[in-house]
């Protein structure tokens, strides 16, 4: 869908009565006539052609063409489309601008485009308003574009089974370059790959606030947080901050190209914590022997339970044959994150986005957090529309409140994972409206018309992307804080 435009729409007519308004102007005074000359001619108060002069009100084709013989001009030529001048153009786009929404919006007084207003400052004023315009625009589009790019990035990693090659070589040079032979990567050796790359590391308490680090590229240092999150693992946020070095990330070009950028240092991060020779092999006898487990490759190289499925899914279909989906689901029933090369269908927008919207309540994912155990894995079968899945789902506590992380696979695969016996099973209609998004009838009847609830802005990440080089940061603080640290 198209933002609103942020001026009127041209009106119906032809030609804009503004338009027609400001020719009339401009030819009676280039004749010397004044509103009374003019009037006298045609047989009009002078009060009723400042009305046509101004614009405000549709003039009669017989009004006009009385206007046109006074002032000794054709009709057609009175109709012109064109402004009859640069300044009348200016006048033209002040006054269409001061009657629309934006304006209203501002609650800015009216300027008078008359000739007490020099030329310079009506052209200052029209920029201002148009440059205000253009910015509104944009960032009404880019939750539409960030959709977009979102839904090109998911097509990408299906079709190459969500494994990137590449990143897995700079992966094992990285290792190879500071002597790791597998097995978890202890802090010691993070650093170790930082001083390798050139880059120390500097923890401090006043990292601004929309960051999870900052790099200064000009002294090789990198910034981190005095005390981490609880949510986020601090070799991650280091590792992270290298990737972008290593991958010679640039300040990305748009929102598509952001989040591009944002996946490979995701994935070269999840490489180096849990290296690909390593983990394939420890997966591949778990499946010779049945016993695939995410919390088993999670245990194994010490890394957060969605780490582990975010590899798990990198290296099953690549390496073990297996096709898989992942989801990252809000408590709120939200998807924010999935991946999927298994067929499962995803809950989907008309185009296809399927970031923000609601996660059947049948799924693994979302009855998860109503299973008070929340310290063993949970397993499910699940009958959808486009086959049966079997899913492992554990809940977390995030920075934005708790999510469910979940990893699936078709039901013909379920032989190889541990968790197969489970006697959990549900069925899933979705999206038919009857599955779990209308109120069962009963219910309904009662309180149908007889709830008011306050919606409470969305918590999606999507639902106010601000506009910016690297969405979401705020560039001021980053400078502040680089300039106050940098050494000297
Ligand atoms: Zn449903």
Not at 155 to 179: I, K, S
Not at 358 to 367: E, G, K, L, S
Not at 448 to 462: D, F, I, N, T, V
Request: overall charge neutral.
């Amino acid at each position: 869908m198209a933002p609103a435009p942020l001026t009127p729409a041209a009106p119906r007519t032809a030609v804009d009565p503004l338009v027609i308004g400001r020719r009339v102007r401009h030819l009676r005074t280039h004749r010397g006539m004044t509103l009374e000359h003019l009037g006298a001619a045609v047989g009009r108060a002078p009060s009723q052609l400042s009305v046509l002069e101004n614009g405000r009100r549709e003039a009669r084709l017989s009004l006009l063409e009385q206007v046109a013989t006074a002032l000794g001009v054709t009709l057609a030529d009175l109709l012109s489309p064109e402004p009859p001048s640069r300044r009348a153009a200016l006048e033209i786009e002040l006054e269409r601008a001061q009657r629309g929404p934006l304006h209203a919006a501002l609650g800015l007084p009216q300027v008078k485009a008359g000739r007490s207003l020099p030329t310079d400052a009506l052209e200052a004023i029209v920029g201002l308003q148009r440059e205000i315009g253009r910015l509104l625009t944009e960032r009404a589009a880019t939750p539409e574009e960030a959709r977009r790019a979102n839904t090109e990035l998911r097509a990408t990693m299906r079709d190459q089974d969500n494994w990137f090659g590449d990143l897995e070589v700079h992966a094992r040079e990285l290792l190879a370059a500071v002597g790791h032979r597998g097995g978890p990567l202890s802090q010691r050796a993070t650093a170790e790959i930082a001083a390798h790359l050139g880059f120390t590391l500097h923890h401090v308490h006043d990292l601004p606030h929309s960051t999870r680090s900052v790099t200064d590229t000009a002294h090789g240092r990198i910034y981190l947080p005095q005390a981490p999150s609880a949510s986020t693992d601090p070799r991650s946020v280091v590792l992270q901050a290298l990737a972008a070095h290593v991958l010679g990330h640039g300040e990305p070009a748009d929102y598509g190209d952001f989040l591009r950028q944002r996946v490979q240092t995701n994935y070269l991060a999840a490489a180096l914590l849990v290296p690909e020779e390593a983990a394939v092999a420890m997966l591949s006898t778990a499946k010779d022997e049945r016993r695939l487990s995410v919390e088993d490759l999670r245990d194994a190289f010490g890394v957060p339970y969605e780490t582990a499925a975010h590899r798990f899914t990198n290296l099953a279909t690549k390496h073990l044959g297996i096709p898989v989906h992942f989801m990252k689901v809000h408590e709120d029933g939200t998807l924010h994150k999935a991946y999927e090369n298994d067929g499962v269908r995803f809950p989907s927008d008309a185009l296809g986005a399927i970031e923000g919207q609601p996660v059947c309540r049948r799924w693994t994912a979302r009855v998860v957090f109503a299973v008070p155990d929340r310290f063993s894995p949970y397993y499910q079968y699940t009958d959808t529309s486009t086959g049966t899945y079997w899913c492992t789902s554990r809940v977390q506590a995030g920075g934005d409140g708790t999510f469910s992380v979940s990893v699936g696979v078709p039901f013909a695969q379920v032989r190889w994972f541990r968790g197969r016996e489970t006697t959990e099973r549900a069925v899933s209609r979705c999206p038919e409206p009857e599955c779990c998004r209308r109120p069962p009838g009963e219910l309904a009847a009662r309180w149908e018309g007889r709830a008011w609830p306050a919606a409470r802005p969305h918590a999606s990440m999507l639902a106010a992307l601000p506009v910016g080089a690297f969405p979401g940061v705020d560039q001021t603080e980053v400078f502040t804080f680089l300039e106050r640290h940098a050494p000297s």
